[in-house]
């Protein structure tokens, strides 16, 4: 195991190791960034719950807006160590904590980290991201939560690889390549892909493996954001693979 | 909103999206772990330094992350500060860096290795001490290892056609530098993104063994004689499938035939996605593949160093030849026709029996491996059971039996027929047998070991089919000469008779080695065009062919044979000068010129392309003649 103390200490694990205690910049910023990134799980869970678009907007908001807004995280609240379990709980006592005071809830007092603008932006990725499944089927909130929380984590670590590979200007290879990710490639025409991109069947398999590589580093890291210890990482992965077998 | 479900997993995917399947994309089925490649060396328990750790130490370089790590150490990506250029820190361990006079001998061999200087070789640019790291500086090759392409498969024939050729250009240049690798395996071997190898880690294994056992100069034979078994475990040093059995057992004889051999590893997992462990099938059995790569391959995995390629540009030279000549159909095909033939159950009833003698003689050895190294038991117990014996038995009784059986045939039914067409197939049949057993036998030992027996018997075999099949000319010009000219003359016969026998002699002679030469031009060039017919009729013969050699022989003899017949006919027949009574002078002597006047004398020695049947109408009419002549002449003596 003494290699896995060696990994960057993640974010959330930051925040857990501050004790939730939002007056320290580094906890502050780095659970602004968390929040910013993993918003659209929420909203489309929201939605599959059958909120309409503008409450499940609001509401992604306001719960935000409550939770950055607060001085400390209550350490009750951490008590599952992932940042996914304690989103979860959180915006689920706050949508019904919201239903039940009819909007009476603290709303307006806090700074509005998540942007309506940025909403705005990502509804439709976020849309989409709750088109997955056609009703929220067997009533586990949690369950359905945690299938969004996939979805989003595997679309945001394709995103982000994409605009890497773009940045290179390789935005065809991604196109090209993207397919062998899934699977062992043999859904691929390989020698078409290699004379697109003027390769050798040799070079193409060298840049498939980058292309893993570096699709695997990005899950990984996106995964650890997300988790107390770097030793439940692979715990997380299994935990939202087996979420997505199971509807 | 309907569903469709992901053709992979099953996992719920929406109808009208093109996204992919984020259950498959969670955890591919490409991200398991692959199988460790067991290392041996001393740096087993090496935890390398954190990136700030290591920084702390170095001077011009900057080290930003750590990209490998592996029993001999770990590689960092890094950058020289002065040249502004990305680089490889290659770190060893502490406890190798701190043993006595090692600082010597790794500048002795750096500076050997900076000296290689070949496109298909990792660049060494600098070496140095780091903390208590000793650190290599190196190239760095932004790209995949073999094991990681491998990991998407085995790689097709042609794949590995090209790769090859760098790899053995690349070690023939290193062993003709003196520096021999020592732990080639796919690990160490590198692409560039745009697919070009490099080899990296040259000469590594032997800067962490034990100097006394690759430097014995240094020390007294003593020391060499005492090594304990701690260090002899230590000198050992590489990765344990693709390593030589003498790197094992003798680890101070290393020398470039070991990279041989790991090449014939990496040339094996290359093409089977498997390693050959134990009793291992020849590639082509394994995947569709041209048989010539068992070849290649079964060389240069040959137990004994002496019998592999003794040198990596032989070994390109043979896989070149494979690429130049681009798989024949037949090639395959054949092997797989063959197969079909035997079918499997033959084989697979072999594989059991042999199976059984393995396991037997396996509990014996395990029994006396007890004491001693395990690994060197190992090695002992795969070269210890021979199952040759058995298979020369087998394969001779079978023939013992056809044999017996067509005698009990010709004496019991007493029929001729029945005995030839008998003979023939029991023949045929013991001679598939006895071919499937060599190849069998191939298959289990490796390098293959000849048995005797079965040898004899394929001889055995063999002869008949040989003797017929080359030697028929003899017998047709034999009885074509007869047939023209009728039967030589009487060689006891002396006098003027003794001179024309000798030269029916010397005619005949001619004769033959005309058509010989003549069949054996037929049967080369058919060789040289179609080499694999004749190799695969008599694989278990021919070991090498030099068919070019042979024809320049051939034809050779052939110009030899046509210039002593066309001699021959000149001199006997028009230049009695010469000594050699001509056929002219013959008759006169006979008193037979009558014949001549009328017509029936000797007309001329014919040329044999303008021979027409009338000629040799003539030609025998004259012999009857010029015989009764003689037997008259006899008589007449007599009286």
């Known amino acids: 195991m003494t290699n896995l103390k060696r990994l960057p200490t993640t974010r959330w694990s930051l925040v857990i190791q501050a004790g939730g205690d ?141 605009k890497e590979y773009a940045a290179d200007d390789k935005q065809r290879w991604f196109d090209l390549l993207r397919p062998t990710l899934e699977d062992s490639g043999d859904s691929v025409d390989r020698a078409a892909v290699a004379s697109e991109l003027g390769l050798s069947s040799t070079a193409l398999k060298v840049a498939i493996h980058r292309l893993r590589k570096r699709y695997r580093q990005r899950l990984i890291a996106a995964v650890a954001e997300t988790v107390n210890d770097p030793s439940e990482i692979g715990q997380e992965r299994r935990l939202l693979f087996a979420s997505l077998g199971t509807h | 909103m309907t569903t469709v479900t992901c053709h992979r997993c099953g996992a719920v995917l929406p109808s009208e999206s093109t996204a992919p399947c984020p259950r498959c994309l969670l955890q591919p089925a490409w991200d398991r772990p692959g199988y460790p490649a067991i290392t041996l060396g001393p740096g087993q328990s090496f935890d390398p330094p954190s990136v700030d750790e290591l920084n702390q130490h170095l001077v011009g370089y900057e080290v930003t992350e750590l990209i490998g790590r592996g ?61 208590p790291f000793a650190m290599l500086v190196m190239e760095l090759v932004d790209g995949a290892s073999l094991r990681d392409v491998l990991a998407q498969g085995k790689l097709s024939a ?19 530098k003196g520096v021999v690798h020592r732990d080639i395996k796919p690990e160490n071997l590198l692409f560039e993104q745009q697919g070009q190898l490099k080899i990296t880690d040259f000469g590594l294994a032997k800067i962490i063994s034990r100097p006394s056992v690759h430097a014995p100069a240094d020390h007294d034979s003593q020391t060499e004689t005492t090594l304990d078994e701690a260090e002899l475990t230590q000198s050992i040093v590489g990765t344990i499938h693709y390593m030589a059995p003498e790197q094992i057992e003798r680890p101070s004889e290393v020398d470039h035939r070991a990279d041989i051999y790991a090449l014939g590893v990496v040339l094996y997992e290359m093409l089977t996605g498997e390693l050959p462990l134990g009793r291992f099938d020849p590639p082509s059995q394994r995947v569709q593949l041209d048989i010539r790569f068992d070849e290649v391959v079964l060389k240069a995995l040959s137990k004994q160093p002496q019998r592999r390629y003794a040198s990596a540009a032989s070994m390109r030279h043979d896989v070149d030849s494979i690429h130049s000549n681009p798989k024949s159909s037949a090639s395959t095909r054949v092997h ?41 038991a190992a090695t002992n117990h795969i070269r210890g059971s021979s199952p040759s014996r058995y298979f020369g038995i087998l394969a001779f009784g079978v023939l013992v039996a056809a044999l017996l059986s067509t005698w009990f045939i010709f004496v019991a039914i007493d029929d001729d027929f029945a005995v030839l067409v008998w003979l023939p197939i029991t023949m045929l049949a013991t001679l598939a047998f006895a071919r499937h057993c060599h190849r069998e036998l191939s298959k289990v030992e490796t390098p293959p070991v000849r048995s005797p027996l079965l040898d004899l018997t394929l001889r055995l075999l063999y002869f008949p089919i040989i003797a017929i099949g080359l030697l028929w000319p003899i017998a047709l010009t034999l009885v074509g000469w007869s047939e023209f000219y009728g039967p030589p003359r009487d060689p006891w016969q002396s006098g003027i008779d003794g001179l024309g026998w000798g030269r029916d002699a010397i005619l005949i002679g001619s004769c033959i080695v005309l058509a010989m030469s003549c069949w054996f031009l037929v049967l080369l060039t058919i060789h040289a065009i179609w080499p694999l017919l004749l190799a695969f ?70 040329q044999f392309s303008a021979m027409s049947p009338r000629d040799v109408a003539r030609v025998k009419q004259w012999h009857n003649r010029r015989d009764k002549a003689r037997q008259e002449l006899r008589v007449q003596e007599q009286r």
């Open chain 2, 336 to 376: 797989d026709a063959d197969r079909a033939v035997m079918g499997r159950t033959v084989g697979d009833w072999l594989h059991e029996t042999t199976d059984t003698v393995r396991r037997a003689m396996h509990r014996g050895a395990t029994f006396t491996s007890q004491r001693g190294s395990a690994i060197l």
């Open chain 2, 71 to 131: 029993g001999m150490g770990a590689v960092y990506r890094g950058r020289q500060l002065s040249l502004d250029r990305p680089v490889a820190i290659k770190i060893l361990p502490p406890e190798i860096a701190q043993r006595p006079g090692f600082r010597e001998r790794f500048g002795r061999e750096a500076r050997a290795l900076a000296k290689l200087n070949h496109p298909n070789i990792v660049a060494v640019h600098d070496y140095g001490q780091a903390g």
């Open chain 2, 158 to 176: 042609q794949e590995a056609l090209e790769i090859v050729p760098q790899l053995c250009d690349a070690l023939s240049y290193a062993h003709e």
């Open chain 1, 22 to 162: 939002r007056t320290d910049p580094v906890v502050r910023r780095s659970l602004d960034e968390l929040c910013e990134n993993y918003w659209p799980p929420l909203y489309a869970y929201l939605r599959r719950r059958g909120f309409s678009c503008d409450d499940a907007a609001d509401d992604v908001q306001g719960f935000f807006a409550d939770l950055l807004g607060r001085d400390s995280l209550q350490l009750a609240d951490m008590a599952r160590g992932r940042f996914r379990a304690f989103l979860f709980s959180s915006l689920d006592n706050y949508v019904s904590k919201r239903i039940r005071h009819d909007h009476a809830a603290c709303r307006g007092g806090g700074i509005r980290v998540v942007s309506l603008a940025t909403i705005e932006s990502g509804r439709d990725q976020a849309e989409s991201l709750s088109q997955w499944e056609a009703t929220d089927s067997n009533g586990d909130a949690e369950a359905s939560f945690d299938r969004h929380w996939a979805r989003w984590l595997v679309s945001k670590t394709l995103a982000d690889l994409a």
């Open chain 2, 537 to 606: 009729l008599f694989s278990p013969l021919i070991r090498r062919s030099r068919t070019w050699w042979m024809l320049v022989v051939a034809g050779a003899c052939f110009v030899a044979a046509i210039s002593s017949i066309v001699m021959m006919s000149r001199f006997a027949y028009e230049e009695p000068a010469l000594g050699l009574l001509s056929d002219a002078t013959f008759v006169d002597s006979l008193d037979i010129s009558g014949d001549v006047a009328s017509g029936t004398a000797r007309p001329g020695f014919p």
